[in-house]
Nanobody
Framework: QVHLVESGGGLVQPGGSLRLSCVAS????????MGWFRQAPGKEREWVAS????????YYQDSVKGRFTISRDNSQNTVYLQMNSLKPEDTAVYYC????????????WGQGIQVTVSS
């Protein structure tokens, strides 16, 4: 069983930055594909970004390309989401996810962390 714990959320003004972290335990971290999803009030959960096991490949939703960066530190069992130039529409609960076999099937989820972009 993989346990995921997110941190780093909070309230930020439009144009500001936040870095989310997610620490994984219960599995060899380097063998997990990792990703981030988000869910805004009244909307369905949507994929934001993902990173492959070897860190060689990263993928982003079009609305966050150029603003968000996903990265991982396998020595710290941690995946990050650096969010810059934040917009009010980025307001959501952000979820860390882990995949065992393919980045199109997510096997484990964190509990989520709130990110609010507001002046």
């Amino acid at each position: 069983q993989v346990h995921l714990v997110e941190s780093g959320g909070g309230l930020v003004q439009p144009g500001g930055s936040l870095r989310l972290s997610c620490v994984a335990s219960g599995h060899t971290f380097s063998s997990l594909g990792m990703g981030w999803f988000r869910q805004a009030p009244g909307k369905e959960r949507e994929w934001v970004a993902s990173i492959s096991w070897s860190r060689a490949n990263t993928y982003y939703q079009d609305s966050v390309k150029g603003r968000f960066t996903i990265s991982r530190d396998n020595s710290q069992n941690t995946v990050y989401l650096q969010m810059n130039s934040l917009k009010p529409e980025d307001t959501a609960v952000y979820y860390c996810t882990a995949a065992l076999d393919t980045l199109s099937q997510w096997d484990y989820w964190g509990q989520g962390i709130q990110v609010t972009v507001s002046s």
